[in-house]
């Protein structure tokens, strides 16, 4: 029976060695253009007189384009199994994934704790609703406020719908104290909130705000910063200051420490909520379990999603005691909110996150950042922890960077003009020094664009 040619060990090397991570490797003698897979008969050893072409990613790719609506940028890169940090492709193409599902698959592909609790869990009950009570909604509940200090949760199933609780929950404080009006949220220029209707006019990006007004009232935006232009800008409307710690689809900026603590001494005097959206930087990411924690704050409402559910999807919105006090029974709900089977592997993210693996992940990303420093075209780095954005000199694109990149066998993002990594939190050294290596081949060989050439 013809079968295609099997992974070879060395398949899992990439970087110089592994000039193709794309193509199987080679039977002895036997040719495999770039663009085929030659199919051949194990057992004489001997090529098909035609080689096919590679059908399983072209099939999956056509399908996709003839049924999925077309609202993503794909890479022309069809995904079928990973484990760890590597993922694999239909004919075996390996990569080392620095993207982790944009910072989702926080203990990597496929976790052998995480996989059998999931799969443990979705063996005995599945779904109930939430009319109903079930134990790992209640464990995750109770190690995250314990974990965070927060008082109550609230579980969904993205990051835009934690925001959106989250913009629910401030308001009705805000209507419970102070009446009607008083219900205007402020976010930052330059933030990245979801893509509902509510959670895209919180966004601070005039760009995403087209087609698709009107969009809601109630929300306005100050200059990440700028302490005076917020305080100036609040009125007896305002309810909620919300805000992103590192403002991801931002580019990867921090904002600065002082700044953070005259928002929340803002809030304070005020009587406003404050919202932090950690739906990127949370569990983990930044080295400590809330990004919070690098900048000593304690703000009202948190919200999560991402790299909480280790794969699966959910979103959570912890609140502070005069916050919670206010949400009773039909203020507020999800059908699919707190999952028994998404909360079986969110369980064990969480209880991952000891002191030993937060110190990996702040060694790694030292490792990281200080191998980026060095590599050439690099002008700046920025964010906390492994949430990483790389700027470049002048006439380098980061778009030009990921295409080559993924063509070497590493996976990146990007957000606004940097590059952007947001390795799986599991990485070990020898995965940075991987990534180092494939960057620094890509960099190297890469010639600035003349303004001719970029437009």
Known sequence: MAVCPPLHPSGAVLGPRLRYPFLPPQPSGIRIAESTVGR????????????VTLWI?????KRDNEYVLHTYGRNPVVLEKG?????EGPEGQKYLDFTSGIGVNSLGYCDLTWAEAVSEQAHKLQ???????TAPCGKLAKKLCKRTGMSKVFFGNSGAEANEGAIKAARKYSFDHYGKGRDTVITLVNSFHGRTIATLTATGQEVFHQYFGPFNDGFQYVPAGDINSLTELVDRHTCAILLELVQGEGGVMALDPEYVQAVRALC??????LIVDEVQTGVGRTGTFLCCEHYNLKPDIVTLAKGLGGGLP??????????AEGMGPGSHGSTFGGNPVVCAGANVVVDRMDAAFLSNVNERAVQLRTGLAKLPRVKSLSGIGLMVGIDFLEGIQAADVLAACREKGLL???AKTRL??????TLTAHDVDMALEILDEVLTGMQPKTAEEKA
């Open 268 to 273: 304070d005097e005020k009587d406003l909520i």
């Open 412 to 414: 990146v993002l990007t």
């Open 83 to 87: 484990h760890g940090l590597y993922a």
């Open 420 to 425: 952007r990594l947001l390795p799986p939190l």
């Open 127 to 133: 779904h109930t609703s939430n009319l109903y009570y």
């Open 314 to 323: 959910i979103g959570a919105v912890l609140m502070n005691e005069k916050v």
């Open 57 to 61: 990613p072209k099939k999956v790719i």
């Open 40 to 51: 051949y008969n194990r057992e004489q050893e001997k090529p098909y007189d035609q080689e």
